[in-house]
């Protein structure tokens, strides 16, 4: 506050050094993500073929699609920074470790798939954590931007990450691949260890993980409109967290395109979402967010629609950066809208259920883009992703509650604990 009594506006996020080290943590980790996958593949190619691939992938995928909800009970029982400092540990230690082993010997299913294993285990509580943490280092009207600057951040880390792993794999094999990932998630880890956290105001009674758990869901349940904010996530994300990406492989392939053509479409997918994110970043709120997430996902079910049926490659590219672009705009204000709306005792575990939606779900839906294009065809496919964002937009549009949303007007920063200081002695640790 001034001498006058008035709020001090918070300092926007670009500019807010703690929000900033948790934005390199948060791309360290991605890229170390994404190196890591590619190794995995690699070594799972070397060491049983092709067909072994989707079984170590698998392996990691399916715990952390089951454990992901338990992960956010863990990150608001613990607290997000501590929870994601100590699984961001355990990564790290885990990939070295595996890293050394093949330093020693050749790659072989007996080691990969427990690797996989526990690392889909320790992602599953690293996610919710992470992502529950900037309501905490960030003044609600910053949280809009904070989501495009994290868009940028998956985009920088899908765009580096692949060169960076080609590079290593060549240079080092899968060994030093998984010791470059190691070290990523070491920066990212370092990093996590100096950002602040604002403490929260009251601890709530611990329960069992079990009540816990019950206990955000009927919160979700209950909220007028984190529930059907959340049915609107989960919608718009069936189609675009990875089943898109086969389906335009499949399209390319069907209207001979080939991979160079798949990658043009792909590559201005990720353009216009990084104009999204970029734009969103510089744009300290949105006006109007829930008829701007809604206007969004039309455009995105006529995009879809369009590109499935279009037979001129320079159109499906065209279509392709809009989709990017108002999928980019959904990600980010539906986002910050969950942010806003949630308490932050609660914010670990709906986290876990927004990040559920968002990539756990893919490894189920990725059979039945196979089965619909093989049968029906890819325009069919582009069809039903188009369907299924017009009933999220129709949703939006219906619900008075989400018609009215709006993201949280400017006000005070919020306080922060010093870098340094001791941890107060009652249960609002600055370290949760």
């Not at 080092?172 to 990523?184: E, K, N, P, S």
């Not at 039903?384 to 999220?392: E, M, P, Y």
């Amino acid at each position: 506050m001034t001498a006058h009594g008035t709020a001090v506006p918070a300092l926007p996020a670009y500019r807010d050094m703690n929000v900033l080290r948790w934005l390199a943590a948060y791309t360290a980790s991605a890229t170390g993500d994404v190196v890591y996958f590619l190794a995995l593949s690699w070594s799972a190619t070397r060491a049983a073929g092709p067909s072994q691939v989707g079984l170590v992938i698998a392996a990691g995928a399916l715990p952390r699609a089951v454990l992901m909800l338990g992960g956010g009970v863990v990150a608001d029982r613990f607290g997000p920074r501590r929870v994601a400092v100590a699984s961001d540990a355990t990564r790290c230690v885990v990939i070295l470790a595996a890293a050394a082993a093949l330093m020693l010997i050749s790659p072989n299913l007996w080691l990969l798939i427990p690797v996989a294993l526990m690392f889909g285990v320790v992602d599953a509580v690293f996610m919710p954590a992470v992502g529950a943490l900037p309501p905490r280092i960030t003044a609600p009207e910053q949280l809009a931007r904070v989501q495009g600057m994290r868009g940028l951040s998956i985009r920088l880390s899908n765009a580096v990450g692949p060169l960076l792993a080609g590079v290593v794999l060549a240079l080092g094999g899968a060994a030093g691949a998984l010791a470059v990932a190691g070290a990523l998630f070491a920066v990212s880890l370092a990093l996590l260890l100096s950002v602040r956290v604002s403490p929260l105001s009251s601890m709530p009674q611990r329960a069992s993980a079990r009540s816990e758990l019950i206990d955000g869901l009927r919160y979700i349940r209950r909220h007028r409109t984190l529930a059907p904010l959340i049915t609107v996530i989960g919608l718009s994300e069936m189609c675009f967290s990875g089943p898109v990406a086969a389906g335009l492989v499949l399209l390319a392939d069907e209207r001979g395109w080939g991979a160079a053509g798949m990658g043009w479409i792909a590559s201005a997918f990720s353009v216009g979402a990084a104009a999204a994110a970029l734009l969103l970043a510089v744009r300290a709120r949105v006006p109007r967010a829930g008829p701007a997430m809604s206007g969004a996902l039309l455009v995105t079910a006529v995009g879809a629609v369009a590109l499935g049926h279009t037979r001129s490659l320079p159109y499906a590219v065209a279509f392709g950066a809009l989709i990017g672009l108002t999928n980019g705009v959904t990600a980010a204000v539906t986002g910050a809208l969950v942010q806003t709306e949630t308490e932050p005792r609660y914010l670990g575990r709906v986290t876990s259920v927004t990040t559920l939606c968002a990539l756990g779900l893919a490894p189920i839906l990725f059979p039945v883009v196979g089965i619909t294009v093989a049968v029906w065809g890819a325009a069919m496919f582009f069809t039903v992703c188009g369907g299924i964002c017009l009933l999220a937009a129709v949703f939006g549009i219906a619900v008075p509650v989400l018609r009215r949303a709006e993201l949280r007007e400017p006000g005070p920063a919020p306080s922060l604990p010093p870098l340094h200081s001791p941890p107060p002695s009652t249960s609002t640790s600055t370290e949760q």
